[in-house]
């Protein structure tokens, strides 16, 4: 791995949230802004867009952290659901109880008008957070403007926010949905970094990590900031490779000639097609000779074969704890580039559902749709070999051959910085820091939710899963979390969380993430869950 190498503790460009990394440019601080005083001022409608990777998750969080006690919460991150699917989340979420006829439009709406009237009463904000809103349906949209109706002669009784890519714009802009975006009483379009904050946001989050001196050069932030158009995702994914790149290349700082390596491997496309001259080469027919020359520059600039195996350096630490050298491991970048053809997902599919006790059959429908209607859930998560280790479930890893082929394994077995994989039909046991330097951190894990509804839990909510919570958590932590009876995600219960998620590792942000479940569920030693074993 590359950490010891450059003298870091971590990686520091993971695109999992940590608030330990989080950077507020100004433009994020702003939307947070925005985003407060609409909930405090019960302004009633507040609209933020962004492209994909801008933080618009980021913001959520910082924003779920930041709500006052007195604010109930209902996220809804699915937002591809009917009106009558759409108010029963909601209600779920604010722990509303259905009315008997649960189809009906009305009744639905009576139920929220009632509970909203009560929350008023007792001083209490409600809040509907709706991500990804730019996949709401148009009669959806219509009933969100029907919701603003809901109010006294003072205010609103729901503050909405709507979270969403740029099309959520075009969409509320169109003649048919004039009544709705005109009760938006606040709008904020999330932009790219700047260049000054992409190199400030690349040296934060390299520091955070124990950085020591400039690892990135000054021409390779600038580099990374232009390939990525300073989307932070972006910036991520493209600095973990380059971060790779020099360590395989032996270099102790990150120059931009390999930033436009990692990035082309990032892209999938010729480095060359990442160089800053090459738009201009788009813009005119090259002569033959000049094509030739360029070629033969390409061929010349990169070297010829598979790129040589990482070297491992002495100090660099397991990613899950010391190996005994006398264990005869497999190299897995041998392995890798050893197999004719990508292993697919399907035969790592099979061996997860059969750890599960269940069958999977190839070519049936995705691997997820077939995993609902046996309980099971699928959560697809970017991260670390320590996370997975927390989570403590069998997991599938998307690893990247030295060739750039990628092929899906099952690890089902990690302990003492060994790994157990199942890889295209065989068995292997590998270091895990070999795992570490041909995966870029994404996983698939399946689990069964202990809890009547599949959904996170935040504070400030009312629902019966929190007692689950509650008693899970007295379980696990051997304390009882007062009130044991009540079904209300209030203050102790989130610090009681909030502990829980450092002592895992997991962010420490009390919201109750399915990836907080999981790890729950693993320490409770809930029946028929299989875990991730040893890899002996």
């Known amino acids: 791995m590359y950490t010891s190498f450059f003298g870091l503790h971590e990686k520091p460009f993971s695109i999992t ?294 070297p491992q350096p002495a100090a660099a630490e397991p990613a899950a704890g010391a190996i005994d050298r006398s264990q005869q491991l497999d190299s897995l970048g041998a392995l890798l580039d050893a197999l004719p053809d990508a292993a697919d997902a399907d035969a790592a599919f099979t061996a997860l559902f059969a750890l599960w006790g269940e069958s999977y059959a190839a070519g049936a429908g995705g691997a997820c749709q077939q995993a609902e209607p046996k309980g099971l859930r699928c959560l697809f998560q970017r991260g670390t070999l320590e996370e997975v280790q927390t989570l403590n479930t069998p997991v599938i890893l998307t690893l990247r051959s030295r060739r750039g082929v990628e092929h899906q394994a099952l690890l089902a077995g990690l302990a003492g910085g060994v790994g157990r994989l199942a890889l295209a039909g065989g068995e292997h046991r590998v270091a895990a820091a070999d795992i570490a330097d041909h995966w870029q951190g994404e996983y698939l894990l399946l689990w069964r939710p202990q809890t009547a509804d599949v959904k996170a839990l935040v504070p400030g909510m009312r629902d019966r899963d929190v007692l689950w919570l509650r008693t899970s958590l007295a379980t696990i932590q051997g304390e009882p979390i007062a009130p044991a009876d009540s079904d209300l995600y209030d203050a102790p219960l989130e610090e009681r969380v909030r502990q829980y998620q450092r002592d895992r590792h997991l962010t420490a942000d009390g919201l109750v993430s399915h990836q907080t479940q999981v790890a729950i569920i693993a320490d409770l030693g809930s029946a028929g869950t299989p875990r991730l074993a040893s890899a002996d």
């Open 17 to 310: 949230p940590d608030p330990r990394y989080l950077f507020m440019s100004e433009r994020h601080a702003e939307a947070l802004a925005h985003l407060l005083y609409g909930v405090k001022e019960a302004g009633g409608f507040i609209q933020l867009t962004g492209e994909v990777g801008t933080g618009k998750t980021t913001l959520v969080r910082s924003l779920l952290q930041q709500l006052p006690d007195t604010a109930d919460v209902a996220l809804i991150l699915n937002p591809q659901i009917s009106r009558v699917e759409f108010l029963c989340a909601i209600c779920e979420e604010l722990g509303v109880a259905l009315p008997e006829a649960r189809g009906s439009i009305k009744a639905l709406t009576d139920a929220l008008n009632r509970f909203l009237l009560e929350n008023h009463s007792r001083g209490r904000r409600t809040v509907l957070i709706v991500d990804e809103a730019q996949n709401l349906r148009p009669d959806v949209l219509e009933q969100v403007r029907l919701l603003t109706n809901l109010e006294t002669t003072k205010q609103k009784l729901l503050q909405i926010i709507l979270i969403g890519q740029p099309e959520l714009r075009e969409l509320l802009s169109r003649t048919d949905m004039r009544q709705l975006a005109q009760r938006i009483t606040g709008r904020y379009h999330l932009e790219p970094l700047s260049r000054d904050e992409a190199e400030a946001y690349i040296d934060h989050r390299v520091k955070v990590a124990g950085g020591v001196g400039r690892i990135f050069a000054d021409g390779s932030r600038r580099e990374i900031y232009r390939l990525a158009r300073g989307i932070p995702r972006m910036i991520n994914v493209i600095a973990d490779r380059a971060l790779l790149g020099a360590f395989t290349a032996e270099s102790s700082q990150v120059t931009a000639v390999i930033v436009r390596r990692a990035a082309a491997e990032v892209y999938d496309e010729p480095a060359a097609a990442r160089a800053p001259w090459q738009r201009w080469l788009r813009l005119a027919a090259l002569p033959a000779g000049l094509a030739v020359l360029l070629a033969v520059g390409t061929w010349v600039l990169w070297p010829a074969g598979p790129a040589p195996e990482p």
